[in-house]
């Protein structure tokens, strides 16, 4: 269920003179719409200029036919946001377009510097101005305050910025993309018809007709221009620290992360946890749709059948209009509807991938009960979230996160479960391939940078920045969509 798990952003770029690279970033943005739905944006390049459209919502609000068409070009990268630095507003949307003293430069940025606010002030007193209050556009004005080839500059920024990064950028003339030097979030490459695609997510080349060739290494740059592909190794890889939460749940099921299909990692995780904690029971049910493989997988090393005992509405988290009281009393699910003939009587093993807040998995114990279950004994298929995540990925702050101040038989309790357990630490990094190279300071706070734990997503916000343009949420939204659109498209850089 992800109980208000944040994913983190998707990115993907295209060079390929021959296609229609804006309609192929559009549709490698609609697959990776599920790592961000609060804005997207495609930058494309013609040879000599760039062109931009960004807007606030899914890539399907943001983009029609006729937006397309002026972004035709020879190469194009493209972004979904959810934020994680920087708010939700339409200045924030990305790819973020800037000017250089050489040149433009678009860029797309998955992940979150750490580090964000030391450097941005150093690049203010040099003379710098930013437009955002997100770390992406600090990342990409040093690019372009520094000297050098783009090798050399994205060495010297490797060396400066802490945190996670993979980047998609495009000039006028190549697509660039590069992973930090422990690879946090993926990136990988693929072709299509002799040209080259990189995108967060495998998933989003399938649905091209692109084919897989290989990850971004970390530290790794990569350009694609008239040449074709080249590969420079511009910062020394570190000790790896895949984000093994892709893994449990950000990655669309159907995505390959390190060799494994995330279908089949959330399968073993669900066995494993069979294994761990068995109990007597009627049926397995997974809470839809994140915790579905983890359920089969469940069901399957435990022998107790499979059903499907909830159905989730997908499109409730697309609403910003709240339920009113008489539906919060009556303890209305907006988001989830229990099958009563398929539970009734039944004693239920109820598999999630996580406990947030504890803010949800109350109300679905309740529905099932309401429904006629017998007994639930909830499982959960990752161990306990106890830190927050500065990488990324918006899951709560620390003190928000139900785990760090309670012990499981208390969450047990405010759940309402008749019994509850996690899948161990051991056990998930067991069933995850390349089982030591992964970040899991979210269940360890262990975290692969020094971090500093009261950071805030809005630490780079400034009062400036309400300016016309933004795009509060609501039904605002729908007006400047339509008074933005014109000026959305820009051939001229920030800067
Ligand atoms: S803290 Fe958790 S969510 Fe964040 S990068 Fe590490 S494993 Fe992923």
């Not at 919502?57 to 493209?78: K, M, N, R, T």
């Not at 979030?185 to 692109?210: F, K, M, N, Q």
């Not at 979230?385 to 996160?401: K, P, W, Y």
């Not at 996690?422 to 992964?438: C, F, I, P, R």
């Amino acid at each position: 269920m992800g109980d208000q798990i944040r994913e983190a952003c998707g990115v993907f770029g295209i060079y390929a003179p021959r296609l229609d690279v804006a309609r192929l970033t559009f549709y490698g943005l609609y697959a990776l719409q599920h790592r961000g739905q609060e804005s997207a944006g495609i930058c494309s390049a013609d040879g000599s200029r760039l062109k931009l459209r960004t807007g606030m919502g899914l890539v399907s609000q943001v983009f029609d036919e006729a937006d397309l068409e002026p972004l035709q070009g020879i190469a194009a990268i493209g972004h979904t946001r959810y934020s994680t630095m920087g708010s939700s507003r339409f200045r924030n949307a990305q790819p973020l377009l800037m000017q250089g003293p050489e040149g433009k430069l678009a860029l797309a940025h998955n992940g979150n510097i750490v580090n964000a606010a030391q450097i941005r002030a150093n690049l203010e007193s040099e003379g710098d101005h930013f437009e955002t209050s997100t770390d992406s556009e600090i990342i990409g004005r040093f690019l372009l305050s520094s000297p050098g080839t783009w090798g050399e500059r994205m060495a010297k920024m490797m060396q400066t910025f802490s945190g996670a990064f993979s980047l998609v950028m495009l000039t006028e003339s190549a697509v660039m993309a590069t992973r930090d030097p422990r690879g946090v979030r993926p990136l990988c490459i693929g072709t299509i018809e002799g040209d080259y695609v990189v995108a967060s997510e495998t998933c989003a080349l399938d649905h091209i007709g692109a084919e897989f060739l290989r990850y971004v290494e970390p530290g790794e740059l990569i350009t694609i221009d008239e040449h074709g592909l080249k590969s420079e190794q511009v910062a020394v890889p570190e000790e790896p620290a895949g984000c093994i939460f892709e893994q449990i749940y950000i990655a669309r099921p159907d995505s390959v992360l390190d060799g494994q299909l995330a279908y089949e990692a959330r399968m073993a995780m669900g066995a494993a946890l069979a294994c761990e904690a068995p109990v007597e029971a009627d049926l397995v049910i997974g809470v839809p749709d994140s915790a579905t493989a983890h359920a089969v997988g469940y069901a399957r090393e435990s022998g107790v059948p499979y059903a499907e005992g909830l159905v989730r509405n997908r499109y409730v988290g697309r609403t910003f209009i709240q339920p009113d009281q008489r539906l919060r009393d009556l303890g209305v699910s907006l988001k989830f509807n229990p099958l009563p003939s398929v539970i009734g009587g039944k004693r239920l093993i109820v598999v999630d991938d996580s406990i947030v807040r504890g803010t949800t998995t109350p109300h679905i114990v309740q529905l099932l009960r309401a429904a006629g279950a017998a007994e639930i004994h909830v499982r959960i298929a990752a161990p306990p979230i106890r830190h927050a995540c500065f990488f990324g990925v918006d899951m709560a702050t620390r003190g928000e996160l139900i785990a760090a101040r309670h012990s499981i038989e208390e969450i047990r309790e405010h759940i309402g479960a008749d019994s509850l357990a996690y899948l161990s630490m051991e056990a998930l990094k067991e069933v995850v391939s390349g089982k030591d190279t992964h970040c899991t300071a979210c269940f360890t706070g262990d975290y692969p940078v020094p971090v500093q734990l009261d950071m805030d997503k809005l630490a780079l916000e400034q009062d400036e920045l309400a300016l016309d343009g933004d795009s509060p949420r609501g039904v605002a939204n729908v007006a400047v969509f339509s008074t933005t659109r014109p000026e959305s498209v820009e051939e001229e850089a920030r800067g």
